[in-house]
């Protein structure tokens, strides 16, 4: 039986899958014992990849083009695109259109995507929803190391004698990664591990020291283990010296950072605290793997740096074992990042200075390009609230349920002129295209992703579209077409973008930018169906990709020397009468469950919307186990079940993001959440709601 090797389609892990197809019909899909990213394993998600792709199937699947509710052909559908796109330029200006995209599209489907927007339509309004998930990170590492780059490898965790993991239950949502740490441990009696989370988590099996920190005060944390490294000598000086820029500024800033103050903001033991820093100081392979936890936050970009700052001065990142490795939620938010998917970024990692902006416009030879950042995703929404935006291309994602404020992004959706949403199943936000395009799902689309550790994999079609579903990627070329841009978008397939896409990363790029997969840039057809998993950068010098990044003290910045950042890091506070909500995922569900939500085995743990309470609050207010409560707030409100649980602090609540409104009219979380975003990344705060809860 014919094998086809692909990567599962869920989380930022990248496992490989092995697919055992016969006649268009799935047979199995396993674990492939090979990938690097997994070795053998999966999680639930994964091992149910067979039931998924069947109930996805059989269940409310898009198969042709509707435009205004009648079924039409592609070719009318994508001049209807077309016609409105230059309608809204010639009325409104090339900022009155904007896409939205999604760290579920592919690589080679990004890239076209934004070549169009950015090189020919000519905005940058082009965001995705990974802004939603790691932008702080992006943002963090470029300020500390003048780059996009994550420093570490999967490997890392298997050698490192610490690991401290910072807002992330990687149990449920790394679950392999975490898979990866259990074996590790197992291995080295002398390793530990550290959870940095407000809530107990099914991380915490594994934890030697867990700091139930108040919400949103880890910068608080690592500005005093800096200090605490500064005045025990923990500091290597010498790696200071050599590479660094802006040590003093930090350790200014970190001055007033005592045990007492950290325990005081925190609200944790100090004894908690002390542990935490003597284990740090005195561990030199030390891994922080950090996730939405730190991200999605006010200050997220600061935090990611004040823990960035700690492994500068202790000079830990470069060598097997050690490094702050942000981990990614989406199957392809990095390759979303390497294509130029955020609105503040070009292609290949450039930015919007004069000499980028020049050298993709020469690259692309376009007849224009965008010169500033385009509308990050929080205020892309606010202009299409607003009337701004006139002509808005949302694909595979469902800001309807997902994005802060979903109220309002579904009145913004609804006053748009033209909403098209290209998707593989009927959404939230489906319900308010005026132009609905069927995409290929996972199974049917053939191109690459790249996973948390930078590792580009290919994922594989193995069987038949139905109906007349198409590539993401297709559908933008034949767009491009009708604009009359054919001679730049001659694609034939997934190939000749991903050369094309390669070739742009080594353009005029003498080392001065880390992303560069050049080596790949003349792969034949052949090659690049076949590729196997690397990672970046692949160039004439490292053919074989590139493990672990900045070994030779060097980096992107314009002196070459890494720099400390310093924030000021700030608390939330709930008054009196209200909770800060926390939300996050289940380990068996993804996104907005338009897919999983499909399977039994993976709804029938939590087949129900939840709110978790302390048992102290749940006694005040009345509310016992199971009963249904409200939950609410200017916004909006939620109605849900109480889970009265010692896994959550008093004064603090959890619920999970996944139920969207197809499942019930109060079961979206994100209607809570402010619109509040990080000044830096543009990422909201998605961690820290203020809301009161009473019996429904
Ligand atoms: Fe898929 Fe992530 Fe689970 Fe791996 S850990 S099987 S990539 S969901």
């Known amino acids: 039986m014919p094998e086809i090797l692909s990567t599962c389609p869920y989380c930022g892990v990248g496992c490989g899958v092995s697919v055992s197809v016969l006649d268009d019909d799935v047979k199995t899909v396993l674990a492939t014992p090979t990938h690097p990213a997994n070795y053998g394993r999966l999680c639930s998600k994964g091992s149910n990849l067979k039931e998924t792709l069947l109930s996805v199937r059989d269940g409310n699947r898009l198969t042709h083009p509707v435009v205004y509710g009648e079924a039409v052909s592609w070719s009318e559908a994508t001049q209807t695109i077309a016609r409105k796109i230059e309608q809204s330029i010639a009325q409104y200006g090339r900022d009155s259109v904007a896409f939205y995209l999604s760290g579920q599209l592919l690589t080679e489907d990004y890239y076209v995507a934004n070549k169009l ?49 910072v807002g992330s239950n990687a149990a449920w949502t790394h679950p392999v990664l975490y898979q990866r740490m259990v ?300 604009l009359g841009f054919q001679e730049y978008f001659p694609y034939q397939s997934p190939h000749a973008i991903f050369v094309e896409h390669a070739a742009l990363s080594g353009f005029e790029n003498q080392g001065s930018r880390a992303f560069d997969i050049s080596g790949l840039s003349d792969l034949s057809e052949l090659e690049y169906q076949e590729l196997t998993p690397i990672q970046w950068p692949v160039t004439a010098t490292h053919p074989q990709g590139t493990d672990r990044l900045f070994e030779d003290g060097q980096f992107y910045t314009a002196s070459g020397r890494a720099q400390f950042v310093s924030g000021k890091p700030k608390k939330i506070q709930a008054k009196k009468a209200e909770f800060i909500l926390n939300t996050g995922r289940l380990r068996d569900q993804w996104h907005t469950m338009t897919r999983t939500g499909a399977v039994p085995a993976l709804t029938v743990h939590d087949p129900l919307p939840f709110v978790q309470i302390n048992p102290e609050d749940a006694l005040t207010l009345g509310i016992k186990h199971h009963q249904f409560v409200q939950v609410s707030n200017v916004l909006g409100r939620v109605v849900m079940r109480a889970e009265v649980s010692q896994s959550i602090a008093s004064g603090q609540l959890f619920s999970p993001i996944h139920w969207n409104q197809q499942f019930a009219t109060h079961a979206v979380v994100c209607n809570l959440i402010e619109s509040v975003v990080d000044p830096v990344s543009g990422q909201p705060e998605s961690k820290a709601a203020i809301v009161a809860i009473e019996p429904y």
């Open 183 to 482: 074996a590790a441990k197992a291995n080295n009696p002398n390793m530990r591990v550290v959870s940095i989370d407000p809530r107990q988590t099914a991380t915490n099996d594994l934890v030697d020291l867990h700091l139930p920190l108040l919400p949103s005060t880890d910068g608080f944390l690592f500005q005093g283990l800096l200090r605490y490294l500064i005045q025990t000598d923990g500091i290597d000086q010498g790696y200071i010296d050599r590479h660094t820029d802006g040590f003093e500024a930090a350790a200014n800033s970190a001055e007033a950072m005592s045990l007492e103050r950290v325990s005081r903001e925190t609200g944790l033991d100090q004894s908690l605290v002390q542990t935490f820093f003597d284990w740090f100081l005195a561990t030199p392979k030390t891994v922080s793997f950090y996730s939405q936890g730190i991200n999605q936050s006010a200050t997220g970009t600061d935090k990611c740096n004040a823990i960035i700052n700690c492994h500068l001065a202790t000079g830990r990142l470069g060598y097997a074992g050690a490094g702050p490795f942000s981990i990614t939620g989406q199957p392809n938010a990095m390759g979303g990042r390497e294509v130029g998917g955020l609105a503040n970024q070009l292609a290949a990692h450039m930015d919007f200075s004069s000499g980028d902006i020049d050298r993709v416009q020469r690259f692309w030879n376009s007849p224009r390009i965008a010169n500033e950042a385009g509308l990050k995703a929080v205020d892309l929404f606010e202009a299409v609230a607003e009337g701004k935006i006139k002509v808005l291309w949302i694909m595979a994602t469902n800001p309807a349920v997902s994005l802060p404020n979903s109220n309002k992004i579904r009145a913004a959706l609804e006053i748009c002129p033209t909403v098209i949403v290209s998707d593989v199943t009927h959404t939230d936000t489906s319900d308010f295209a005026d132009i609905v395009l069927p995409a290929l799902g996972w199974g049917e689309k053939d191109g690459s992703v790249t996973n948390s550790e930078r590792r580009i994999s290919r994922q594989r079609a193995f069987r038949q579209a139905p109906g007349s579903a198409k590539a993401d990627w297709w559908a933008i070329t034949q767009v491009a077409h009708q």
């Open 117 to 165: 927007m950015k090189g020919f339509i000519g905005t940058a309004n082009v965001d995705t929803n990974s802004r939603l998930c790691m932008s702080s990170a992006v943002a963090a590492y470029k300020r500390a190391f003048g780059s996009d780059s994550v420093p570490c490898c999967y490997e890392d965790l298997d050698v490192a004698d610490l690991i401290v993991l």
